[in-house]
């Protein structure tokens, strides 16, 4: 702004010194460029500090009948400028400095970790569980922290969603859901898929081509029956609305104390564990393979069953299949052995494991 004003002040002898009929003609040249200039914006011109500065200035100089014609401002707009000017002169909030010492970014970090992790806990909650953890905070500082982060208070806070549920549930849920397999006749069939989400493991009980509620029923028996002892561990069966499912399917489930969730209407996501592993069976075996009709189609599943269960890594389980046992294995000093490569579904997939 200083460097604008003193360029300025410069170029103010030159104009006093120039002929009155090159200034004249230099101010019809200036006042019709200000006209095209204004018709073309609509009216609307933005104007910076220094052009405030200089109009204020030139104001006293322009006489008042020429005002409208020639000053591009009304003298309401030259008062409120004033007003703004004064007003900034007298604010001193950026001189303001918050009292005590800011918070780290790891307590900040801190506060809202807890704050994710516990919905239900408050401002005062998240202070007294950092005071036991020995950092030295004041509630009010907490809820500025989670003020600026922009959570709500705990009781309007966002609860657990159907994820976390599931997440803080998954030793006791297996979920169900049906898929199709389409024969290289172009015959349907249907299958009917269990997944337990605390280990992953698949349980693929039956094909069939007309899959009605009673067939359902017993699929279901079949489970509970594989299932033995380890049924009691589950407290949670999640499926969908299907018309298949009906209040039989769901007494034998009922019978072994368990409860059934239905996920809701047009939400695969609710179910989202099952709906993974169809489409990890699609693509790593029934895109690849031929199914030839229903035998050879329980051949195939039974098959990659097989694998999924034993063989498969799992992310959710640090790569260990679901059948593996809870400690990773780990390779003893030396020469590993030999890398043996099985073949499953005819060289679909490959399996590897060391020998001696």
């Given at each position: 702004?200083?460097?604008?004003?003193?360029?300025?002040?410069?170029?103010?002898?030159?104009?006093?010194?120039?002929?009155?009929?090159?200034?004249?003609?230099?101010?019809?040249?200036?006042?019709?460029?200000?006209?095209?200039?204004?018709?073309?914006?609509?009216?609307?011109?933005?104007?910076?500090?220094?052009?405030?500065?200089?109009?204020?200035?030139?104001?006293?100089?322009?006489?008042?009948?020429?005002?409208?014609?020639?000053?591009?401002?009304?003298?309401?707009?030259?008062?409120?400028?004033?007003?703004?000017?004064?007003?900034?002169?007298?604010?001193?909030?950026?001189?303001?400095?918050?009292?005590?010492?800011?918070?780290?970014?790891?307590?900040?970090?801190?506060?809202?970790?807890?704050?994710?992790?516990?919905?239900?806990?408050?401002?005062?909650?998240?202070?007294?569980?950092?005071?036991?953890?020995?950092?030295?905070?004041?509630?009010?500082?907490?809820?500025?922290?989670?003020?600026?982060?922009?959570?709500?208070?705990?009781p309007r806070r966002t609860g657990p969603g159907w994820r976390e549920f599931l997440t803080?549930?998954?030793?006791?849920?297996?979920?169900?859901?049906?898929?199709?397999?389409?024969?290289?006749?172009?015959?349907?069939?249907?299958?009917?898929?269990?997944?337990?989400?605390?280990?992953?493991?698949?349980?693929?009980?039956?094909?069939?081509?007309?899959?009605?509620?009673?067939?359902?029923?017993?699929?279901?028996?079949?489970?509970?029956?594989?299932?033995?002892?380890?049924?009691?561990?589950?407290?949670?069966?999640?499926?969908?609305?299907?018309?298949?499912?009906?209040?039989?399917?769901?007494?034998?489930?009922?019978?072994?104390?368990?409860?059934?969730?239905?996920?809701?209407?047009?939400?695969?996501?609710?179910?989202?564990?099952?709906?993974?592993?169809?489409?990890?069976?699609?693509?790593?075996?029934?895109?690849?393979?031929?199914?030839?009709?229903?035998?050879?189609?329980?051949?195939?599943?039974?098959?990659?069953?097989e694998y999924y269960n034993a063989q498969r890594p799992h992310q959710s389980r640090d790569?260990?299949?679901?059948?593996?046992?809870?400690?990773?294995?780990?390779?003893?000093?030396?020469?590993?052995?030999?890398?043996?490569?099985?073949?499953?579904?005819?060289?679909?997939?490959?399996?590897?494991?060391?020998?001696?």
């Open positions: 702004m200083v460097y604008r004003i003193t360029r300025a002040l410069l170029s103010v002898p030159g104009v006093l010194l120039r002929r009155d009929t090159a200034k004249d003609a230099e101010l019809l040249v200036l006042r019709h460029e200000n006209a095209v200039l204004r018709r073309q914006l609509g009216g609307r011109v933005r104007y910076e500090p220094a052009d405030r500065f200089w109009l204020a200035a030139l104001s006293s100089l322009i006489p008042r009948c020429d005002w409208r014609r020639v000053f591009p401002v009304t003298p309401g707009t030259l008062l409120a400028w004033h007003r703004r000017l004064i007003a900034k002169r007298w604010d001193y909030s950026h001189r303001r400095r918050r009292t005590g010492r800011p918070p780290a970014a790891a307590l900040k970090k801190l506060v809202l970790r807890l704050a994710r992790e516990n919905p239900r806990w408050g401002h005062r909650r998240i202070q007294g569980e950092l005071a036991r953890l020995g950092h030295s905070i004041a509630p009010s500082t907490v809820w500025q922290i989670l003020h600026a982060a922009g959570v709500d208070p705990a803080a549930q998954a030793e006791g849920i297996v979920a169900a859901d049906f898929f199709h397999i389409d024969t290289i006749t172009g015959r349907r069939l249907y299958a009917l898929a269990f997944l337990k989400h605390g280990t992953r493991k698949l349980h693929i009980t039956g094909v069939t081509a007309h899959p009605t509620a009673q067939w359902a029923v017993q699929q279901a028996r079949d489970l509970t029956a594989d299932l033995g002892s380890r049924v009691e561990s589950l407290r949670f069966v999640l499926r969908d609305r299907d018309s298949k499912y009906t209040d039989a399917f769901d007494a034998v489930f009922e019978a072994e104390g368990m409860d059934v969730l239905l996920s809701a209407p047009r939400a695969p996501r609710m179910n989202a564990h099952c709906e993974r592993v169809i489409g990890t069976i699609r693509r790593e075996a029934l895109d690849h393979v031929l199914v030839m009709n229903e035998a050879h189609a329980r051949r195939v599943l039974a098959e990659y069953q790569q260990r299949p679901p059948e593996a046992p809870q400690q990773p294995l780990v390779l003893s000093a030396g020469a590993p052995g030999k890398l043996l490569r099985t073949r499953v579904l005819g060289g679909v997939i490959n399996q590897y494991q060391y020998v001696a």
